[in-house]
């Protein structure tokens, strides 16, 4: 296991935890990129993480990753905007578009084709809109609870007060409203998350990207890309979205109005998880991708 060059003291233990997953580098159109992955020469699952701070591929990964099995060849980028380990210095100056076109890129470098394709969060909105653009491209298309999807929808949706002051305490709080099992908000975890999201240009790079988000809002030319009204529901690939019941972040109501605007996706409500879904109920969504085989 080749691990991340700035994980170090307490945050290292994170690694640990994770003994299958290996951390990667790659250049994608120029942005050096990490990712980590696990599996073998198996088919291909590529993972799209949220946009809070700290997020990244192991953060909200790290524990659907080793459950997928060694059949599948799962991959979980940084993207771009300030998130994981990859270049902070690349602007993201679209918002999630900018993080679109460097899954895009990544997808493209690593000749990925026939992939299963998880988003999570906002990373929900970045898969869905490449499998609209790449419907060739992707087997299936697993979603989870979004408010970045609800508002591409249609949806009026607001977004909650910032939690993250840069502080170790605020990073606690971030993942205990995004987690459902409180216990496991370990300090290595709030450590891990508190050193990426406050990591050299992170601040900076942060600020362009939310810049980026809300020019998706209000400029018509960024508006209609992010838009997926007339696109998502014709899509022609089966596809899937998993909502937490305790979900505080982006909440069941929320999930209950999407539906019916997408009648050909499937939605599955499961007990007991939270925003981070794909940590609260990693055995039973694993379970699922395994049969898309």
Request: aromatic share 8%; hydrophobic share 40%.
């Amino acid at each position: 296991m080749t691990l991340s060059p700035k994980v170090s003291g307490e945050a290292d233990s994170i690694w640990s935890r994770h003994p299958t997953v290996r951390s990667r580098w790659v250049m994608a159109n120029g942005v050096r990129t990490h990712y980590v992955e696990d599996g073998a020469n198996g088919p291909p699952v590529v993972m799209c993480h949220s946009g809070t701070p700290g997020s990244s591929g192991l953060t909200w990964f790290g524990r659907l990753l080793p459950e997928l099995g060694s059949s599948i060849q799962a991959y979980a980028p940084d993207l771009v905007g300030g998130y994981g380990w990859t270049d902070s210095s690349v602007p993201a100056s679209k918002g999630a578009l900018s993080r679109l076109e460097h899954l895009e890129a990544f997808i493209d470098t690593l000749c990925l084709d026939n992939i299963v394709l998880i988003g999570a969060s906002q990373g929900s909105w970045v898969a869905a809109k490449y499998a609209v653009r790449h419907p060739d491209r992707v087997r299936h298309l697993v979603l989870s609870s979004s408010r970045a999807l609800c508002s591409a929808m249609g949806l009026d949706v607001t977004d909650p007060a910032p939690v993250f002051d840069g502080t170790f305490e605020s990073m606690r709080r971030t993942l205990e409203k995004a987690i459902f099992d409180k216990t496991d908000v370990s300090d290595s975890l709030v450590n891990y998350c508190l050193d990426i999201a406050t990591g050299p240009g992170v601040r900076e790079a942060r600020a362009i990207n939310q810049e980026g988000q809300r020019r998706l809002a209000r400029e018509p030319a960024l508006r209609a890309e992010f838009d997926l009204t007339k696109t998502l529901p014709q899509l022609d690939v089966p596809a899937i979205c998993y909502w937490g019941r305790n979900d505080v972040n982006a909440a069941p109501d929320l999930g209950e109005a999407l539906r019916p605007l997408l009648p050909n996706v499937e939605f599955r409500f499961l007990d007991r998880a939270g925003h981070q879904i794909y940590r609260d109920q990693a055995t039973v969504i694993a379970e699922s991708i395994r049969r898309f085989r």
